[in-house]
């Protein structure tokens, strides 16, 4: 005889309450997950607008230190120097920088980096430091004749050989590049480097007579023409005991490798 099989017990059907608690969980749950997300998506943005503001105020505290010459006439004062080089005849290394008075990545040496590289290697005797000016934005960007008297990098270069006969162009290179704010925007005309001169405190007859009458003209063409034949493309360019550095981001380590023998 075969005994019949128990048939298996049905669950319940759930309550109502009870799916509606369920249903009440899963909403709870879903809410918690997209705070969640909500919450890590605000903490992302606020990480990238901190970062964005930072940014802003690094690039504007830059823009104002641009606008100032750190290099202070007393402490120049203090150090030998004839014409448009600085620095002991003696100096162990010899740094000579080709640069456009117009070009942006000059200013920012010569107001940021070089007054700190002049305290710590000219003004202790180890480096003599000489300029040489390269109109490379108005000649070669610009595509203007090097004695076209609007060439702006031309007249700021001839007005530092003109600052340099009165000693003071390192004062005066200073002054120049603070007052830059773009490539031939007229900066650099004849009518606003004799209003530098005045600022700067210079002879401004003997400065005018000698930029009308382009005294140091070839002067300028001769410097232009010593870069182009060393090979310089872009300003600046350094040449540290003849070894050419193109920018400024390794200036220093090749100075120090200089007075280490190498």
Sequence with gaps: MTTPSTPSPRKKPASPDRRSRRQARAEEEAKRKRQ?????????????????????????????????PLASPMALDQIPRSGMTIGATDAPVTVIEYADFQCPYCANFALQLEPELIQNYVATG???????????????????????????????SEAGFCAADQNTFWEF??????????EEVGDFTLEKLIGYAKEGGL???????????????????????????????????FFVNGTKVLGYGQLEQTIQDKLNGG
């Design 36 to 68: 969640k997300r909500l919450m890590t998506l605000l903490a992302a943005v606020l990480v990238v607008a901190v970062a964005g503001v930072t940014v802003f105020a690094i690039i504007n505290s830059r823009d104002e230190s641009k606008n100032t």
């Design 203 to 237: 002879d401004v007859d003997a400065f005018t007579t000698c930029m009308t009458n382009r005294t140091h003209l070839q002067d300028v063409v001769d410097s232009y023409q010593r870069g182009k034949a060393a090979g310089v493309t872009g300003t600046p360019t």
């Design 173 to 182: 290179y200073s002054l120049l590049f603070s007052k830059q704010t773009g």
């Design 126 to 156: 180890k480096v003599r430091f000489e300029f040489q000016p390269l109109p490379i934005i108005s000649v070669d960007l610009k595509g203007k004749q090097i004695t076209d008297p609007s060439a702006e990098s031309v007249l700021a």
